[in-house]
């Protein structure tokens, strides 16, 4: 499930940092009543951008260090425990 989700967010901070512009555009439709009227700023796309390039670094990251996690148990022969397993189990 972790993966999962880092993958996601991988995915959209990538498409965040690639198109920012349209980015700010959904969410700008999404969160205002009147987003026609809404105008941003020039910085608001840098930032959208620079942004999306962290949101898709750091999933990038989680998903390293999950098949780092991974391999390590492999090669020890124990099987990484599931989170309902973990869950279950304490």
Same mark, same amino acid.
């Given at each position: 499930?972790?993966?999962?989700?880092?993958? @996601?967010?991988?995915?959209? $901070?990538?498409?965040?940092? @690639?198109?920012?512009?349209?980015?700010?555009?959904?969410?700008?439709?999404?969160?205002?009543?009147? %987003?026609?009227?809404?105008?941003?700023?020039?910085?608001?796309? =840098?930032?959208?951008?620079?942004? $999306? %390039?962290?949101?898709? =670094?750091?999933?990038?990251?989680?998903?390293?260090?999950?098949?780092? %996690?991974?391999?390590?148990? %492999?090669?020890?022969? @124990?099987?990484?425990?599931?989170?309902?397993?973990?869950?279950?189990? $304490?």
């Amino acid at each position: 499930m972790k993966a999962l989700l880092l993958l @996601v967010a991988g995915i959209g $901070g990538l498409l965040e940092a @690639v198109a920012p512009r349209r980015a700010v555009a959904v969410w700008t439709r999404a969160l205002y009543r009147n %987003a026609g009227e809404a105008e941003p700023r020039e910085w608001v796309y =840098a930032a959208a951008k620079a942004e $999306g %390039a962290l949101v898709a =670094a750091g999933a990038l990251v989680g998903l390293f260090r999950l098949a780092i %996690a991974d391999g390590e148990a %492999a090669e020890e022969g @124990v099987e990484p425990e599931t989170e309902t397993e973990a869950e279950t189990t $304490g």
